[in-house]
């Protein structure tokens, strides 16, 4: 869980180096999964910027994540070759079913939606990864079924 003072520590060992809020950023998620807002003032006032400038990087990078994320990853194909086979459609289904939008984790915290740009499966779109684990064919029902089905 979450520790400001856990937190401060990992930015005090990076306060020295240049560009440190990238640095800084990476090694909040990976210690807590995400970077709390409570994150924000101690790296602006450890590195001298503003609020709005330390929270314009996490916004601005699609990596950060500002909420722990969801039990399970689901990454869903919008590259062209899954495009002509129907992935916006599918994706809106998808996202509509699961009540949140790209980036976003359900509200019962079981998923969390990221796109991605061609997983090699382009022969077999709709294409999706659940938990790492490549999906071909996706339909809305059988990504429910793998969320159940992962989630066991
Ligand atoms: Fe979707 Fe290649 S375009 S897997």
Do not use: M
């Not at 976003?104 to 709709?126: K, W």
């Amino acid at each position: 869980p979450w520790s400001a003072e856990r937190a401060s520590g990992i930015i005090a060992e990076h306060t020295h180096l240049e560009g440190a809020t990238l640095p800084i950023l990476h090694a909040l998620q990976e210690t807590f999964g995400y970077v709390d807002s409570g994150a924000v003032p101690l790296i602006a006032d450890a590195l001298n910027l503003s609020r709005a400038e330390v929270h314009g990087c996490i916004t601005f990078y699609h990596d950060f994540r500002a909420h722990p994320a969801g039990r399970h990853e689901v990454k869903l194909c919008r590259a062209e070759a899954c495009q002509a086979v129907g992935s916006d459609k599918l994706h809106r289904e998808i996202l509509g079913r699961l009540g949140c939008g790209w980036h976003e984790t359900t509200a019962d915290g079981s998923a969390t939606v990221e796109p991605v740009y061609c997983l090699g499966l382009c022969a077999n779109g709709p294409a999706a990864l659940v938990d790492g684990e490549p999906v071909a064919h996706l339909t809305a029902d059988a990504l429910e079924a793998a969320l159940t089905e992962v989630r066991q």
